[in-house]
Antibody, heavy 120, light 113 residues
């Protein structure tokens, strides 16, 4: 069965960076696109960007352009999301989510979420 | 960016009754070349990630109970739960994937009356 397992909770100071991992299993990793979506406490969902796990191509939301980098390690079937220049407003649960079919932007499987807390 | 607006923000329905959540997009999400509406619905329970319920506005995801249905086209969409069960208590989100950035509605909290 498809599983996306994310790394554990992180605490960072303002200005620092954080890198969250998402290990995929139960399907052919390079055949799908992986997205990252975040959710601030009590708020809705916000799409950050995606990576084509096969080609490595990426696309980012303009809101995060220059601060977010999504990468992958095909040998480990793992996608990564790194967010830099953290501020308190970046405190959120970060999710990886698999694309239903590359290019559809329909999120059929989600990781359990990783809480990132930004606090001085 | 396409703005997705859901109504109501919260909803209380009796067990066994029908629940309806509305979603309106700031521009059409109907792609004329394939006649598909680029609209999905998700369910999120406390402490859990979202779960895909409906995509292409009306296609039910595998394993989703048939009491869940989606309808609408263009800019106006509806998620219906025909007979509310206790396990349906959750927040429901609509999402457009017509064009990046992908955007979600603010969510509708569904409770038992």
């Amino acid at each position: 069965q498809v599983q996306l397992v994310q790394s554990g909770a992180e605490v960072r100071k303002p200005g620092a960076s954080v890198k969250v991992s998402c290990k995929a299993s139960g399907y052919t990793f390079i055949s799908y696109t992986m997205h990252w979506v975040r959710q601030a406490p009590g708020q809705s969902l916000e799409w950050m960007g995606w990576i084509n796990a096969g080609s490595g191509d990426t696309q980012y939301s303009q809101k995060y352009q220059g601060r977010v980098t999504i990468t992958r390690d095909t040998s480990a079937s793992t996608a990564y999301m790194e967010l830099s220049s953290l501020r308190s407003e970046d405190t959120a649960v970060y999710y990886c989510a698999r694309d239903h079919s590359t290019g559809d932007y329909i999120f059929d499987y989600w990781g359990q979420g990783t809480l990132v807390t930004v606090s001085s | 960016d396409i703005v997705m607006t859901q109504s109501p923000d919260s909803l209380a329905v009796s067990l066994g009754e029908r629940a309806t959540v509305n979603c309106k997009s700031s521009q059409s999400v109907l792609y004329n070349s394939n006649n598909k509406n680029y609209l999905a619905w998700y369910q999120q329970k406390p402490g859990q990630p979202p779960k895909l319920l409906i995509y292409w506005a009306s296609t039910r995801e595998s394993g989703v109970p048939d009491r869940f249905s989606g309808s609408g086209s263009g800019t106006d969409f509806t998620l219906s739960i025909s007979s509310l069960q206790a396990e349906d208590v959750a927040v429901y989100y609509c999402q457009q994937y017509y064009t990046p950035p992908i955007t979600f509605g603010q969510g509708t909290r569904l409770e038992i009356k």
